[in-house]
Structures are given as C-alpha cells and as structure tokens.
C-alpha cells in the first residue's frame, strides 16, 4: 500500500517536472523565434533574448539533471559494467551514487554561497535578479541526490531480496 502511494507521488512530482520543464523550454523557443523574426525580417533585433535564453539554459540545464536521474536517461557506459555478476553491480551502483552525492554536496553549497552572491545583482538588460536564476543551480542538484538517494535504496533492496520502493525509470514508458 505505501509502495503505491510512493509510486503516485514519484509520478506527480514527475508530471510537475516535465510540465515545468516544458514551459521553460517552450518560453524558451518563443524567444529565440522572436530574436529570429526581429533580427532578419524586422531589422531591429530585441536586445535582452540572448541574456533570457542564456539564463534559461542554465535553469533547464540543472532543474533537468534531477529528471534525468529520475528518468534514467543519462548517458551510461555500462560494457563493464554489466560483465560483473548482478549482485556486485548493484553494489557498485550504490558506492558510485554515494560519491557522486558527497560531490554534488560541495557543488550544492558553493551552488548556494553563489546564488547568493548573486542574489541582488540584476541582469544587464531585463533587470531581473540575477539569484532568481542561479538557485537552479543548488535546486537542481538536490533534486539529483534525493534521486540518487532513491535509487541506491532499491539497488538495497535488491541485493536484500526484497521489492524496490521507489523504481526510477519505470514510468517513462
């Protein structure tokens, strides 16, 4: 019962994030169509698209590693990987989520020192706070440890014999 509870809020949390991420992508492009149509047809280019779709990137950029982790889409190298029995994989996905969350917990506090560095400053051209767009940075990489954390939980459970909590990955069919 609390499995499929996990699981229904696992799948709204990713409905939030692609819904979220996809408006940011799609504000995105009416940008850069609109950087495009006034720079080649209307001969006055819009002087702030390159400084938002900038900013822009750097917030799908990071928001999108978290989902990436979720959804299992990353890039793997995994030839060598899987030449190991199933037991020691699991054992080696979990001490590889461990290091990489020590990591991204020194990248999340200079992420969070940098934010608010950057907190008050405003951006040249729209004026806009600066930290506004870099908490993504810290944001979006908490969100990749919760997710690491959740998968070297089921890698657990695994190699304890027992059904997985959270199954990263499974939605995305």
Same mark, same amino acid.
């Given at each position: ?5 996990? +699981? *229904?809020?696992? !799948? ?22 609109? +950087? ?8 006055? &280019?819009?002087?702030? =698209?390159?400084?938002? =779709? =900038? ?14 982790? !979720? $959804? *299992? ?9 899987? $030449?190991?029995?199933?037991? #020691? +994989? ?9 290091? #990489? ?12 020192? /940098?934010?608010?560095? +950057?907190?008050?400053? *405003? =951006? ?7 930290? /506004?767009? /870099?908490?993504?940075? &810290? ?7 919760? /997710? ?13 014999? $027992? ?9 995305? *069919?």
């Amino acid at each position: 019962m609390w499995r499929q509870t996990i +699981q *229904k809020i696992l !799948r709204g949390i990713g409905l939030l994030e692609r819904i979220l991420l996809s408006i940011l992508f799609v504000f995105m492009c009416v940008i850069l169509v609109m +950087q495009i149509v006034s720079r080649y047809f209307l001969n006055s &280019p819009i002087i702030w =698209t390159d400084e938002m =779709t =900038t900013l822009f990137q750097l917030v799908l950029a990071f928001l999108g590693i978290g989902y990436g982790i !979720r $959804k *299992k889409s990353h890039v793997c190298l995994s030839g060598f990987y899987e $030449k190991f029995p199933e037991h #020691v +994989q699991h054992l080696i996905s979990i001490a590889t989520n461990i290091l #990489v969350i020590v990591c991204l917990g020194f990248i999340i506090e200079q992420g969070f020192f /940098y934010a608010n560095m +950057q907190w008050h400053i *405003k =951006t040249m051209t729209t004026r806009f706070m600066n930290g /506004y767009f /870099y908490i993504a940075v &810290p944001i979006g990489l908490i969100e990749a440890c919760i /997710y690491l954390g959740f998968d070297s939980v089921d890698h657990l459970m695994y190699l304890l014999h $027992k059904e997985p909590v959270f199954r990263l990955g499974e939605d995305s *069919k």
